[in-house]
């Protein structure tokens, strides 16, 4: 564990699990979030990785727990082999392009996220299906479109079924699923 800082006033802890996610530990909030993945600290093989988010990390002998609370912008930005995804329900914040062009084929939003953000699961060329299933306000631009937002060419997107259990319904961007023919 190494501890590194942010500003004068921030400090912020690394953590790496086993599956070569790593994670931001804010002792203020006793929160964690998702920074991103490093394959120094992943298991050798990570074709059709899948992963499992906990709910809470423990960090040391004493117990010490940190509710992942958070996935970081970018977290898992071009890992294609990342097959599958497991997210805890104390998630509250997705951010944007946090799964860009993985190899997602399923995903289940959990109850406590308020928005889906811009570009989370664009590129995702496996992507069949999304459940949503708490009341989110609003779906932002490009969050499953199977193109670039470069509109640079079609990534052949399977995505057939979007299940929203949301009322009243969310605002959903125009752009929200660009170039995806559901």
């Known amino acids: 564990v190494a501890v590194m800082a942010l500003d004068e006033s921030d400090w912020s802890v690394e953590y790496y699990d086993e599956q070569g996610v790593f994670y931001k530990l804010w002792p203020d909030s006793r929160t964690a ?19 499992t988010i906990p709910e809470v990390i423990t960090i040391n002998e004493e117990g010490d727990e940190y509710p992942v609370t958070q996935i970081a912008d970018r977290a898992f930005y071009n890992h294609w082999t990342l097959t599958a995804v497991n997210l805890p329900d104390a998630l509250i914040y997705i951010g944007d392009w946090a799964f860009f062009n993985t190899g997602l084929k399923k995903v289940v939003v959990p109850d406590r996220i308020m928005d889906i953000a811009e570009g989370v699961f664009s590129k995702c060329w496996q992507l069949e299906s999304v459940e949503i299933t708490g009341n989110i306000n609003s779906i932002k631009d490009f969050a499953f479109s199977s193109w670039a937002e470069t509109g640079c060419g079609s990534n052949g997107g399977k995505l057939q079924k979007v299940i929203i259990w949301s009322y009243p319904a969310p605002v959903i961007s125009p752009k929200a699923f ?3 023919d559901i």
Not at 36 to 51: L, R, S, T
């Open 33 to 51: 979030t998702v920074a991103g993945f490093d394959a120094a600290h992943a298991p050798q093989n990570v074709e059709n990785w899948q992963i």
């Open 178 to 180: 660009y170039a995806e």
